[in-house]
């Protein structure tokens, strides 16, 4: 009788500190769900750093863990759109949750066009900037979600997800609070410059606008390369954003023209808070 007890209480024990594994296309959605999920979960990265979500593959490994896992959380980066249904079939029970679901989408920003005036031939087809995480208000938006998929999973521990939502959303508050302070100088619309259009949505909450180096997804070519070094010096441009994810040799070409400054920054850091302080302190000092 013993024994049958012992056997009841750590197969009860083992339900109840039982960790779901979770995967997520980039690190900057682990670091949300890890704020919600705490020790509750195990997070793995689909796109690994320094690598671009336009093109990555999985290494073996990864599938492997896509065969171990529960819950899938979705963002809108390209890698998706070839291997989400390559994961279904791998896992026919994992669930997929959009991360992204009810965020206002944009379009994505290309070289002399505003925000709803342009589009990507070269990455999403649809036109619409898949760099949703880039916004304090739209972060807010998938910690939400996050908690909702969460909860709806593991519903005994609801309270605990609840308790670390409303901490993360303070955080998310007190990140957006930082922004603004770094900003407070700058003028509405005014004008940075990126290699790839990654900010559109930091760009578009904080009324400011990023002027894209490449064309359509791809490096300009000489007489393209002209029109944007003149382009940054009539619009006055201090730095150039380039990503470790895409060679920045245009960009130091443009900075030996121009005399601009180059700043690498991606906005797949795991460090979303800081990471979006940081690019707004670059902006603010300029």
């Known amino acids: ?29 682990k670091t949300f769900v890890q704020k919600i999920a705490k020790d ?18 999985p ?10 896992a529960d819950l899938y959380f979705s963002i809108g980066v390209e890698f998706e759109n070839v291997w989400l249904d390559r994961f279904k ?9 959009n991360m992204d679901n009810e965020v206002p989408k944009i379009q994505i920003a290309e070289r002399h066009q505003h925000e709803n005036e342009h589009h990507d031939e070269g990455h999403r087809h649809d036109g619409r900037d ?17 908690f ?21 959303i303070k955080e998310i508050q007190d990140t957006d609070a930082q922004i603004k302070k770094a900003l407070k100088e700058i003028k509405p619309k005014s004008k940075f410059m990126v290699f790839h259009p990654s900010w559109g949505y930091f760009a578009h909450e904080y ?7 490449e064309v359509e997804g791809k490096t300009p070519k000489p007489k393209e390369m002209i029109e944007v070094i003149n382009e940054a010096k009539e619009q006055k441009v201090k730095v150039i954003f380039t990503q470790p994810e895409f ?29 979006l302080i940081n690019i707004a302190n670059e902006i603010g000092n300029k």
């Open 1 to 29: 009788m013993k024994k049958i007890i012992f056997l009841l209480g750590s197969v009860l024990y083992s339900l109840a500190y039982a960790k779901s594994n979770i995967i997520v296309s980039i690190p900057p959605q």
């Open 247 to 275: 060679s920045d040799k245009s960009a130091q070409i443009i900075a030996r023209e121009t005399g601009i400054v180059v700043k690498k920054i991606s906005p797949l850091d795991p460090n979303w808070s800081e990471n």
């Open 89 to 97: 079939a791998q896992n026919p029970k994992l669930k997929f949750v």
């Open 40 to 57: 509750k979960a195990e997070v793995t990265v689909m796109v690994e750093p320094g690598n671009s979500p336009h093109s990555y593959e």
């Open 59 to 68: 290494k073996p490994s990864q599938m492997v863990s896509i065969s171990k």
């Open 148 to 168: 909702a998929a969460l909860a709806e999973t593991d519903p005994a521990n609801e309270p605990f997800y609840r308790s670390n939502l409303e901490c993360f």
């Open 207 to 213: 009324d400011l606008i990023q002027i894209a180096v």
């Open 130 to 146: 898949p760099h949703t995480w880039t916004s304090p208000k739209n972060v807010a938006i998938m910690a939400k979600n996050i």
